[in-house]
């Protein structure tokens, strides 16, 4: 079984480093000591199961689960994919929660001062949990693009945040989502805290127009891929060795 | 060329940013009325074998400043040393307690603050126990990849002393950076664990 296994170890040059100088509230928020390698433990190999009773019929319908006079504005798009390990297999069960910014790139927080208006039926949480093929699909509108403070004129593209648990804390993993075809992805500081061209595209989410919704709402895919374990096959030496 | 070894890269991470909450707290944010409850607040039930403890602290960035954004999950053993999770193969361990705990730093003090219970021992992969701990998983603004760390006890100094994990940290000076203090307040056992992500007090953070 490949379940059972210590996890490949992460790649730290495929993920950000986390001094970053392009984005500014990294630099004071990033260890100087190196990281220190720990084989997994039964700590890092377990993690928590979230059944599908935590979940209410509209947490993933970002279209209903704030609405209070009629459907948020903006774009409407269905998200879909599934979570995979690194041997390519599904991750079923998995917890998936996403938060985004409305049409207008307007956050529903506390601490968001930007000056686009807030959407009185939209919330922009969601959340779901991945079937037994590891599939997933939530309904939402398209966030807008917004202006953040690093440099004097910086903006973030559309983007979509994930949380993702997988069935191990070793797994644990938050990312963010972007669109087909944006020309805001290249010129964006948290973007490029990745180093590799092709690990940002892995972010990419591609339009599908196989899958849109006719006369209703377009489609992106999004697939993640949380760490794979090894093969308990080569876990136990052969005894005296 | 050979043949391919099919393997997928795992997704990269980004940051969390500053409205972690809408999607991990949105209650707390005032987004009411979309699931009741967010999830993570209540590890403890009247039914939860073991010594209730609270944990405590705050995260500091390279200024010392506190950071009142972050976001602060934990993970850990029932009273037992027994993990609830289905990759646990050794015993059941205790129904009445997830072991996953999950809070946001406050947002105007950055003290984040869990009720709970001490965990018992967990082996190490040779089978030698481990000190009892929790695994701690911090994010927020500002950081690219979430950062795993683990909380030891103060009062555990024998268990610590033989921990083969706190023994695999050269630098021993850095060890009390993963030792909470235990004091007692408002009757409970409460455990301090400041969290320092960079400069002189620099936690031990693990690649795991």
Known sequence: MSDQGSFYQRDRSWHPPAFTRSYKTSVLRSPQQPLLSLENTISELTGPVFGHDKLGPLDNDLLRNFAKTGDPIGQRIVVYGRVLDENARPVPGALLEFWQANAGGRYRHKKETYLAAIDPNFGGCGRVITDEEGRYWFRTIKPGAYPWPNGVNDWRPAHIHFSVFGHAFAQRLITQMYFEGDPMIWQDPIVATIPDKAAIEQLVAALDRQNTLPMDALAYKFDIVLRGRRSTMFENRMEGN | MVQKLSLLKESPSQTAGPYVHIGTNPNWVEITGVWQEDLGLVLVG?????????????????????????????????????????????????????????????GTTGEYRFETIKPGRVPYKDGRLMAPHITVWIVARGINTGLHTRLYFSDEEAANAECPVLARIAHKARVPTLIATRAEENGLPTYTFDIHIQGEKETVFFDI
């Open chain 2, 46 to 106: 009247p039914e939860t074998k073991g010594e209730r403890i609270v944990i405590k602290g705050r995260v500091f960035d390279g200024a010392g400043d506190s950071l009142r954004d972050a976001l602060i999950e934990i993970w850990q053993a029932d009273a037992d040393g027994l993990y609830n999770s289905p990759q646990e193969k050794r015993g059941k361990a205790d129904p009445n307690f997830v072991g996953w705990g999950r809070q946001p730093a406050d």
